[in-house]
């Protein structure tokens, strides 16, 4: 009996909304909804496409640990290997500062003089 009274209540309830909102309208939000999404998938698509292979910036290039106070050469924080830090919930870079992403570590460093000040080993992933 309890049941019944609360599937009724719960019925009185949604029904006033389903009613209210005409049919077309509803088809509209729905595709609406739907072009959203497959934009969003492609976007996502897009972004793994060209985030998705690490190119070595040098001929023969091999991955080698770095350490802090390491020095970079300036091909290694070009803007095709810099990271949104926001992605990786990491600290805002200040001035002269970049994330970078170095093989699969995530690198804080000084452009200046390309000073390693931070790693992150294996933090890099794809969305």
Known sequence: MRKLILLGLMMATAMPSAVSAKPGELRRDRAEIRQDQRELRQDRREYR?????????VRGWRYQRV?????????????????DYRLYRLRAPYGYQRWIRYGN?????DVRNGRVLQV???????Y
């Open 105 to 109: 570590d995530l690198l804080l460093v």
């Open 67 to 83: 350490n802090r106070g390491y020095r970079l050469q300036p091909v290694f924080w070009s803007p095709r290997y810099v990271v």
């Open 49 to 57: 496409r060209d985030r998705r292979a690490y190119v070595a910036p």
């Open 120 to 126: 992150i080993p294996n933090r890099y992933y794809y």
